[in-house]
């Protein structure tokens, strides 16, 4: 799977919108933009995932550059229990049933 | 969405001694299982790769002896850390897919953790 590379940190007011930036200038044609999230002490969880058009859903929004190169995970309202580590990972569509590969992902942070 | 449970979410024991971790899918059915680890910090290790009916493909530095995988059933995976010292505590994690998806936009589903002290 092709790299991503994200900032090691980031910090939000509570009910403020969050930007959670990913770059993954190598990535293929056929490569699906994931982001999953894990909060403290547990297994991470699945956020989003799209391939070329921005996406929506209950949990946050994808929006994802044109040429994808690079894709931002929005949080609309942060809450404190949005506080967790957010990965960005690229799956090939054809990759079988391959596990995921985490990077170091960024750390969000949300003051009350 | 689907379901996989691991027990026990904590355990501490002796050094020396081994320890059984259990994963299931609880809805849902996995040829396939995969067991990472993380260390405080930082970020999920993969370890092995858990196939019902075979063996376990380990990662590149994770000793098959020590760390025993059986998946028995397409709803069970368990690792076994034999012989536990204090470098093996841990945060071990499993995960699966359902058999019924496929493709690279498919969710991967996530156990809730064990936490391993060896004292």
């Not at chain 1, 580590?85 to 995921?100: E, F, H, K, M, S």
């Not at chain 2, 841990?90 to 936490?115: K, L, M, V």
Request: a neutral charge; one cysteine or more.
């Amino acid at each position: 799977d092709a790299k991503t590379t994200q900032p090691n940190s980031m910090e939000s007011n509570e009910e403020e919108p969050v930007h959670l930036p990913c770059n993954h200038s190598t990535i293929s044609g056929t490569d699906y933009i994931h982001w999953y999230r894990q909060l403290p002490s547990q297994g991470p969880e699945y956020v989003i995932h799209g391939l070329t058009s921005n996406v929506n859903n209950r949990m946050a929004s994808l929006a994802i550059a044109e040429d994808r190169k690079s894709s931002t995970l929005i949080l609309h309202r942060a809450t404190l229990r949005d506080a967790a580590v957010y990965y960005c990972i690229l799956r090939d569509n054809w990759a079988g049933n391959t596990p995921l590969v985490f990077g170091k992902g960024t750390r969000l942070s949300v003051i009350a | 969405g689907a379901v996989v449970s691991q027990h026990p979410s904590r355990v501490i024991c002796k050094s020396g001694t081994s320890v059984k971790i259990e994963c299931r899918s609880l809805d849902f059915q996995a040829t396939t299982m995969f067991w990472y680890r993380q260390f405080p910090k930082q970020s999920l290790m993969l370890m092995a790769t858990s196939n019902e009916g075979s063996k376990a493909t380990y990662e590149q530095g994770v000793e098959k002896d020590k760390f025993l995988i059986n998946h028995a059933s397409l709803t069970l995976s368990t690792l076994t850390v034999t012989s536990a010292h204090p470098e093996d505590s841990s945060f071990y994690i499993c995960s699966a897919r359902d058999d019924s998806t496929s493709g690279g936009n498919n969710e991967q589903f996530f156990g809730p953790g064990t936490r391993l002290t060896v004292l």
